[in-house]
């Protein structure tokens, strides 16, 4: 009789941590449901792919400007942009140039030497001298100045690109590339 005891005790003690588990598991499943559908995000539009019904974006409260979030919508969807209504098709992907200045640049490294060089490099010279004059002998600091300063007269130099950025559907930034690691750093 003890046995059948032990073991009843045993089963019973088995069917209680096999109910625990189905819990878990199901507070589990509701907090993944929550947490997938959430009831308002916000950022730069990187992809849209309307076939999964799917944005991916990045940023958005906060310091997140390196986070990316995919996002589901469907026909319950309600879009506002900037705290007014608006319709879905107002949305597009982000436009984004980089102006990229990369590590070791001849053309900044020639104009820094200020000797003549074969082929067009010196015919750049112009061009790049501010940001030597802005950043001196050091080659990373001027290559990081030029693409700075090259990023802001392009966002200067055409009024359709400019009302672009004024109405937020274009941003032009300065970008950094280190050809030894392969990470482009954004300047600005």
């Given at each position: 009789?003890?046995?059948?005891a ?9 069917c ?17 449901t ?29 310091n ?11 026909s319950?969807?309600e ?65 990081k ?44």
């Amino acid at each position: 009789m003890r046995l059948s005891a032990k073991v009843a005790t045993l089963a019973l003690m088995g069917c209680l941590c096999v109910v625990g588990v189905l819990a878990s598991a199901a507070n589990s499943n509701d907090e993944k449901t929550t947490a997938a559908k959430e009831s308002r995000w916000q950022g730069h539009i990187v992809r849209v792919d309307k076939k999964d019904s799917r944005l991916v974006i990045r940023g958005g409260q906060g310091n997140m400007e390196s986070i990316e979030r995919q996002v589901y919508y469907d026909s319950s969807t309600e879009w506002t942009k900037q705290g007014k209504p608006a319709e879905q098709s107002e949305f597009k992907e982000g436009s984004f140039v980089i102006v990229l200045g990369h590590a070791s640049c001849g053309a900044v490294k020639a104009s820094i030497e200020a000797k003549a060089v074969p082929g067009q490099i010196s015919a750049l010279y112009p061009y790049i001298r501010p940001a030597v004059d802005q950043a001196g002998s050091d080659l990373e600091a001027a290559i990081k100045a030029n693409a700075k300063i090259q990023a802001g007269l392009l966002r200067q130099s055409s009024p359709v690109l400019a009302e672009e950025i004024k109405q937020k559907r274009l941003k032009i930034v300065a970008g950094y590339y280190d050809l030894a690691t392969g990470k482009v750093s954004i300047l600005d």
